[in-house]
T-cell receptor, first 113, second 111 residues
Framework: DSGVTQTPKHLITATGQRVTLRCSPRSGDLSVYWYQQSLDQGLQFLIQYYNGEERAKGNILERFSAQQFPDLHSELNLSSLELGDSALYFC????????????FGPGTRLLVL | GNSVTQMEGPVTLSEEAFLTINCTYTATGYPSLFWYVQYPGEGLQLLLKATKADDKGSNKGFEATYRKETTSFHLEKGSVQVSDSAVYFCAVKAAGNKLTFGGGTRVLVKP
């Protein structure tokens, strides 16, 4: 158990819908990262937040957004969903802004029908 | 940008066989290197890491040595078990905070 929690574990929705994925980092960690794992794209970095502020952005679509709250939990919002958004979404956390080791949560599996 | 290339699987082995998974990277500066493992139906777990050239990361019988001259970080285990069946990901972290992953190598160990 990494100490990173993600909810829900599974999510099934329809095209055009909007969903919110939630992540709680390990106790004391200030950075949260979001990654997408899909069959065609592999594991890709989406975005990082540090202590409530966006720090780095990767291959995140404009339809996707994230935020980190004062209690350090983070949410990833996916809107206008398409079939191709079906993937496993991981959250990771680390102690600092550029800390070496990121610890991953169990992931949220999203299926868009 | 950074990139990681690792051997495609699946790699099928018998129990107690020797496992090698090749990983090479391109990155600027002085990257840190990682191996993560994903067991069936689970998330990513950090297996081992190395933060500078010639460092050897080790955990659970797995080892990998940071080779700057060959830009490689090959994963090895001398005697695999059925419980080692999983997908293994090599990753690099250079300037910036994101991890860049290889495509993953599926390993299947048969009894």
């Amino acid at each position: 158990d990494s100490g990173v929690t993600q909810t829900p574990k599974h999510l099934i929705t329809a095209t055009g819908q909007r969903v919110t994925l939630r992540c709680s980092p390990r106790s004391g960690d200030l950075s949260v990262y979001w990654y997408q794992q899909s069959l065609d794209q592999g594991l890709q970095f989406l975005i990082q937040y540090y202590n409530g502020e966006e720090r780095a952005k990767g291959n995140i679509l404009e339809r996707f957004s994230a935020q980190q709250f004062p209690d350090l939990h983070s949410e990833l919002n996916l809107s206008s969903l398409e079939l191709g958004d079906s993937a496993l979404y991981f959250c990771a956390s680390s102690a600092g802004q550029g800390a070496e080791t990121q610890y991953f949560g169990p992931g949220t599996r999203l299926l868009v029908l | 940008g950074n990139s990681v290339t690792q051997m495609e699987g699946p790699v099928t082995l018998s129990e107690e066989a020797f496992l090698t998974i090749n990983c090479t990277y391109t990155a600027t500066g002085y990257p840190s290197l990682f191996w993560y493992v994903q067991y069936p139906g689970e998330g990513l777990q950090l297996l081992l890491k190395a933060t500078k050239a010639d460092d050897k990361g080790s955990n659970k019988g797995f080892e990998a040595t940071y080779r700057k001259e060959t830009t490689s970080f090959h994963l090895e285990k001398g005697s695999v078990q059925v419980s080692d069946s999983a997908v293994y990901f090599c990753a690099v972290k250079a300037a910036g905070n994101k991890l860049t992953f290889g495509g993953g190598t599926r390993v299947l160990v048969k009894p």
